[in-house]
C-alpha cells in the first residue's frame, strides 16, 4: 500500500512538473499575433482627419473628424471610419457620430453609416442607421428606422427629414411618439470608451 501512494505522488509530482515545463516553454516561445496585411486601391490614406469650415455665409460651423480616411481615384468619395460631425449655430450645437461614412469631396455632400448618433445641445437624440446630408440644400434624410429622444418624449418611424435651417424636422411612415408618463424613456445614457 505504501508503494502504490507513494506511486502516486510520484506519478502526480512528475505530471505537475511536466505541465509546469511545457507551460513555460511554450509562453516564452508564444508566437507575436500576425497582423494581416490588408491591400488597398486608395489614392490616399490618412489617419485622424480634420475638416473645419464656415458654411452658408458664415451662418454655422461644421467640422468632420475621422480616425481615418481613404480617398480612392476616379470615385470623388473619401471613405471615413469612426466618423464625428459637429455643427455650431448662434445657440446651439450638433454632434453627429458613426461607424462609417463617406464624402463627397466636391459638393462636402455626407452619408453616415453603421450606429448614427445625433446629440444636440438643446437635448435632442437622433439614433439610425443611415444619415445622409445634402450640402447644397442644406437638408439631412433617412430612409432607415429612426428614434428622437427629448424631454422625456420618443418618437419612432421609418425614416425622417430634416432641414434645420428652416427648424422643420418630418418623420416617415407608421410614427408612434410617446410623451411623458411611465411609457416614455429618457434617451439612453451616452456610451464612454473605456481605456484599452
Known sequence: MDRLATGIALGLILFVTVV???????????????????????????????????????????SLDAEQAESFPGTGKTFLRKVMIGVEE???KWKVTSEEGDLVQDTKDVELRGKVVLVSSEGLRVETTVLRWN???????????????????????SGLEARPSE??????????????????????PPVKKGKS
Open 167 to 188: 427648424e422643420m424636422t418630418l418623420v416617415h411612415g407608421r410614427v408612434t411618439a410617446t410623451f411623458g408618463g411611465a411609457k416614455a424613456t429618457a434617451a439612453p
Open 135 to 157: 450640402n447644397a440644400d442644406g437638408r439631412a434624410w433617412t430612409d432607415q428606422p429612426v428614434t428622437i429622444y427629448r424631454s422625456g418624449g420618443v418618437v419612432t418611424g
Open 20 to 62: 509546469i515545463g511545457v507551460l513555460t516553454v511554450r509562453g516564452h516561445r508564444a508566437t507575436v499575433p500576425r497582423h494581416e496585411t490588408v491591400t488597398s486601391n486608395a489614392d490616399q490614406e490618412i489617419r485622424e482627419i480634420h475638416i473645419q469650415e464656415d458654411a452658408k455665409g458664415g451662418r454655422y460651423r461644421w
Open 90 to 92: 448662434p445657440g446651439r
